[in-house]
């Protein structure tokens, strides 16, 4: 990831005015939320991925992701031949995934709260690399032992499209356009939407270089 060398809002003509787009009933975008927390949270995340750094996994399917991924928290998501699940080690090191940062916490507690749900405690962050080109099919997060935590999702770099469906993967997705900064929280009656993302456009971002990197954070265990 490239240093957080530019002005930090550099790419404001990117974004869209600072506010709240609902898009289901418990689900909102909270748009440039994380922007404050930026100068904070890429030296932490930067730790992070250097303790544990992104790769590709393969689904039980045998396909292997687009996108590139590592985690931190309590849990990591991960997936191989033996099908999805969290685990509390990193695969790849056998060693337990890097702490969830303070600043990634903070963010991801104040921005459930901004969207009514106001208890959240993760234990785990998902990290997603996301190169011009990637992109991850519509899927359902339902690996968690409980669906009551919302999801908080947290879009760095490159602008991307993310697919919101409905309960049915043949549900017609809405199509969200997410910038740096953008906060997206899904939870309630909406915590098994069908979501996804369409590939990344080609581009440069200015603080975080040919990449989207994505964040969600969910109480897993
Ligand atoms: O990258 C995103 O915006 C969404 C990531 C996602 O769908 C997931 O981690 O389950």
Redesign the pocket.
């Known amino acids: 990831m490239p240093g957080p060398t530019a002005d930090l809002f550099a790419d404001d003509a990117l974004q869209q005015p600072a506010g709240r787009e609902q898009i289901g009933e418990q689900s909102y975008v909270l748009k440039g939320y994380a922007l404050p927390w930026i100068e904070r949270l890429l030296p932490e995340l930067r730790r992070v991925l250097a303790q544990s750094p992104f790769r590709h996994m393969v689904t039980p399917g045998g396909f292997t992701m687009s996108a590139a991924l590592s985690s931190c928290g309590e849990l990591g998501w991960t997936t191989d031949a033996r099908g999805y699940r969290y685990s509390p080690l990193d695969p790849h090191s056998q060693q337990p995934w890097p702490a969830l940062p303070d600043a990634v916490r903070e963010l991801a507690v104040l921005a459930a709260a901004e969207a009514g749900f106001s208890d959240f405690a993760p234990d785990a962050c998902?990290i997603?690399r996301y190169v011009p080109g990637a992109k991850?099919s519509l899927?359902q997060?339902k690996n968690e032992r409980d669906y009551r935590a919302p999801v908080v999702?947290v879009?760095l770099g490159l602008p991307?499209i993310?697919l919101f469906g409905g309960h049915e993967r043949s549900e017609k997705p809405k199509k969200i356009s997410?910038f740096h900064g953008d906060v997206v929280i899904w939870g309630g009656v909406d915590r098994l939407r069908f979501?996804?993302?369409m590939p990344i456009k080609d581009g440069v971002h200015p603080i975080m270089g040919a990449q989207r990197i994505?964040l969600?954070l969910r109480t897993a265990g």
């Open positions: 998902l997603n991850m899927h997060d999702s879009s991307a993310f997410l979501h996804g993302v994505n969600t």
